[in-house]
Nanobody, 126 residues
């Protein structure tokens, strides 16, 4: 059972930056498409970004974060990163990473992900 662990969340002022990490001990991590989602209380989990499993590491982003967030992966370190710049108060949420278990076309759908981490809180002050 692959376990994912998120870290890097915290409190930041609007306009600031944070880098989230999603790490696992699974050596075959590079075989999986990995996604970041976020959730605020009372709302559904929202897609943020995903990185494909292939060597080109094609990336996908929600429109709300495009141009501000960057997802990347270091397969040797079995870690996926989410660099978040120009943070806004509306980015505040618990951020989760998970492995996509469906075809790559399902990268936006949380129901096609598994092995969710415990989440890391991001708070953005205005």
């Amino acid at each position: 059972q692959v376990q994912l662990v998120e870290s890097g969340g915290g409190l930041v002022q609007a306009g600031g930056s944070l880098r989230l990490s999603c790490a696992t001990s699974e050596r075959t991590y590079g075989r999986y498409t990995v996604g970041w989602f976020r959730q605020v209380p009372g709302k559904e989990r929202e897609f943020v970004a995903a990185v494909k499993r292939d060597t080109n590491s094609v990336t996908y982003y929600a429109d709300s974060v495009k141009g501000r967030f960057t997802i990347s992966r270091d397969n040797a370190a079995s870690t996926v990163y989410l660099q978040m710049n120009s943070l806004k108060p509306e980015d505040a949420a618990v951020y989760y990473c998970a492995i996509n278990s469906g075809p790559v076309s399902t990268y936006r759908n949380a129901e096609h992900y598994r092995n969710w981490g415990q989440g890391t809180q991001v708070t953005v002050s205005s």
